[in-house]
């Protein structure tokens, strides 16, 4: 009962900015709610709140007694939908393939289907000693992607 009523609460929340959308969403046996949120241009605290009170103020607390929690996704959250890529054109993506493939690089193109990420690398000279720097480029089918994370640099 509770869920069904958060749930459409929370899709009407998320109708009325579009640039949100729902990540992680899950009320326990205590009815805690909690949502986590990304937006293709980031989450703002305003975001969240916006969502907290369009659900809060449309429960009665009278009725079921539950907590709220509605957050943005963390920085170093892993990546876990395609519209999520869009907004990180740009970043140093850290990717594991299904393979057990590592890949380090900027994210430079992201579709529905797949990502291209772009690095410099150290080879080995084709003709004599030393080496040289290369640009690298890696097209990788977002089903073939095991985990991906925004790199973070301070």
């Known amino acids: 009962m509770l869920k069904e009523k958060v749930t459409a609460l929370l899709e009407e929340a998320l109708k009325e900015d579009q640039s949100l ?3 992680d969403y899950s009320i326990t ?3 805690k709610i909690r949502i986590t949120l990304d937006g293709d241009h980031g989450v703002t605290l305003q975001d969240c709140m916006n969502v907290s009170r369009a ?3 449309n429960l009665d ?3 079921e007694d539950f907590s709220l929690e509605v957050a ?7 990546i876990k939908l395609p519209r999520q890529y869009a907004k990180n054109i740009g970043r140093k993506l850290e990717v594991k393939t299904q393979q057990d493939m590592e890949f380090e690089g900027k994210l430079t193109e992201a579709s529905e289907d797949s990502i291209t990420l772009e690095w410099k690398d150290r080879e080995p000279k ?5 080496k040289i720097t290369v640009q690298k480029k890696q097209k990788i089918a977002l ?3 095991k985990e991906a994370k925004v790199v973070l640099k301070f």
């Open 21 to 23: 959308f729902l990540l």
């Open 29 to 31: 046996a205590d009815n």
């Open 55 to 57: 659900i809060e103020h």
């Open 61 to 63: 607390r009278e009725e």
């Open 72 to 78: 943005s996704a963390g920085a170093a959250s892993p």
């Open 126 to 130: 084709p003709i004599g000693k030393g």
């Open 143 to 145: 089903s073939d992607i």
